[in-house]
């Protein structure tokens, strides 16, 4: 079946530091890949998406580049705010017999300190 | 704000009832997807209609049943609860059934089962 698996959480960061948050993903066919963000007590919202290999997904100073040969959808900002502070999910979706599904991996909770 | 709407935020009841969930879609969205969150299993996949027909399934249990009306807005409906059934439900809408598509949250019912 499809899959997605990204780093365990939580993770915490000084402002300004570096971001990497793996994902890794297994599906049959040819999935499109997204990061959504939640923010405490709000729903989940999409920060950035790729469509098919090589592309690179960007949004608000994070990147993540849809990575056919290594399975991967490895999320990066070079530079976090506090803001940032948030959980993380990586997924990917198929389509098939008219729908379409996102399959979620875990999340990853981040926390940036001042 | 998603424009997705759902009501009730926070729903407190004993294990054997039964609650329903509902959901408003964006205004034109005609897919609605819903999704249990919990600690454990992360973000789950329940079901998806379009347009008022059940378009793909995924781990719902069988005391689970959802419904699309003419107006698209959508009801989950949770009966026999147990302890377990604790999570937050998330209702989403799109557009279509596209895999490019994204998909926009509503803020979650909490439901507790005591």
């Known amino acids: 079946g499809n899959s997605v698996t990204q780093m365990e959480g939580p993770v915490t960061l000084s402002e300004e530091a570096f971001l990497t948050i793996n994902c890794t993903y297994t599906?049959?066919?040819?999935?499109?890949l997204f990061w959504y963000v939640q923010y405490p007590g709000e729903g989940l919202q999409l920060l950035l998406k790729a469509t098919k290999a090589d592309d690179k997904g960007s949004n608000k100073g994070f990147e993540a580049t849809y990575r056919k040969e290594t399975t991967s959808f490895h999320l990066e900002k070079g530079s976090v705010q506090v803001s940032d502070s948030a959980v993380y999910f990586c997924a990917l979706s198929l389509s098939g017999a008219g729908s379409y599904q996102l399959t979620f991996g875990k999340g990853t909770k981040l926390s940036v300190i001042p | 704000d998603s424009g997705v709407t759902q009501t009730p935020k926070h729903l407190i009841t004993a294990t054997g009832q039964r609650v329903t969930l509902r959901c408003s879609p964006r205004?034109?969205?005609?897919?609605v997807y819903w999704y249990q969150q919990s600690l454990d299993q992360g973000l789950q996949f329940l079901i998806q209609y379009y347009n008022g027909e059940e378009r793909a399934k995924g781990n719902i249990l069988e005391r689970f049943s959802a419904q699309q009306f003419p107006d698209l807005h959508s009801e989950l409906n949770l009966s026999s609860l147990e302890l377990g059934d604790s999570a937050l439900y998330f209702c989403?809408?799109?557009?279509?059934?596209?895999?490019?598509?994204?998909?926009?949250f509503g803020e979650g019912s909490r439901l507790t089962v005591l």
């Open positions: 205004s034109g969205d005609l897919s």
């Open positions: 989403a809408s799109s557009v279509g059934t596209t895999p490019s598509g994204e998909l926009f």
């Open positions: 599906a049959t066919g040819y999935p499109s």
